[in-house]
């Protein structure tokens, strides 16, 4: 089993890397369209992961442990959301085609601010990984290993996007290749690092998988609505950030309900 969780929480860090990769394959940044479907499609991904991977089945473990359970689920999700408001809120990051940070004011450089937007959208990530291989060790009969899988691998295949996004520029501007394909690699190893936090905190508190499994729903929510559907809606071609979205929920979906 302990095998078992590692690759599990290794994946989405593996997509990563794969996506830093890029960088020896592409000279110029992902143009804009293909960014607006990839954006999309991480969105819709996350979405889907929220509810089938995360949100039913915390509801289901709550049904047998608490006479209101959806008391835990709302309590969980309604956290996830606020933490990822403060975080939001107080660490200095840039976003995609935004001129301004975000954040408590600073004298960071633009490559710096785009790996700490990477990281707001790791932690729930790894969190959400976390809180599902976390309930599969504690035995939970509503969490299978496939489904525990599902979600790595569909984080994963989001986590690619974002690994050229942050090495593709940093080549660009004059950084040799490899420096840029390790820079948006460790990008990502917040990712296994909250996964594994996450997995540590529920051996010391038991009882708390449910507000786990919300908490990292709404935390990936927060993500997703805040700067994920935004980004891929702007300007000309918003459609096909909402095609990218139906893909990525599609597939999601079906990897979770079919290997579940």
């Given at each position: ?30 143009g804009n369209?293909?960014?607006?479907i ?32 959806i ?14 408001l ?5 660490i ?32 729930p990530e ?15 009969v ?10 790595s ?6 986590n ?21 394909f390790?820079?948006g ?55 096909l950030?909402?095609i990218?979205f ?11 309900v079919?290997?579940?």
């Open positions: 089993m302990h095998t078992s969780w590692l690759l599990g929480i290794s994946i989405p860090f593996l997509g990563t890397m794969a996506g830093s990769a890029c960088v020896f394959f592409l000279r110029q940044q992902l369209r293909p960014q607006k990839l954006l999309g499609f991480a969105s819709g991904v996350m979405v889907a992961a929220a509810v089938w991977s995360l949100l039913i089945p915390a509801l289901d473990l709550s049904a047998h442990s608490h006479t209101f359970p008391v835990p689920i709302a309590v969980g999700f309604s956290l996830g959301i606020g933490a990822l403060l975080f939001d809120t107080i200095p990051h840039l976003h995609i085609d935004h001129p301004e940070p975000e954040g408590l004011g600073n004298q960071l450089n633009r490559s710096t601010m785009l790996i700490l937007a990477i990281i707001l959208h790791n932690i790894g969190m959400a990984v976390g809180a599902i291989f976390a309930g599969l060790m504690a035995d939970q509503h969490i299978s290993l496939s489904a525990a899988f599902a979600l691998i569909g984080i994963a295949i989001q690619f996007p974002e690994g050229a996004i942050i090495s593709l520029p940093l080549y660009q501007e004059g950084r040799s290749r490899n420096h840029a390790w820079q690699t460790l990008s990502g190893i917040a990712e296994p690092i909250a996964a594994l936090l996450t997995i540590l905190l529920y051996h010391l508190l038991h009882p708390l998988l449910p507000y786990l499994l919300a908490f990292a729903a709404g935390a990936m929510l927060y993500v997703v609505v805040e700067e994920l559907i935004p980004q891929s809606a702007q300007g000309a071609h918003s459609n950030g909402t990218g139906a893909v990525g929920f599609l597939l999601m979906m079906v990897l979770d079919t290997l579940a």
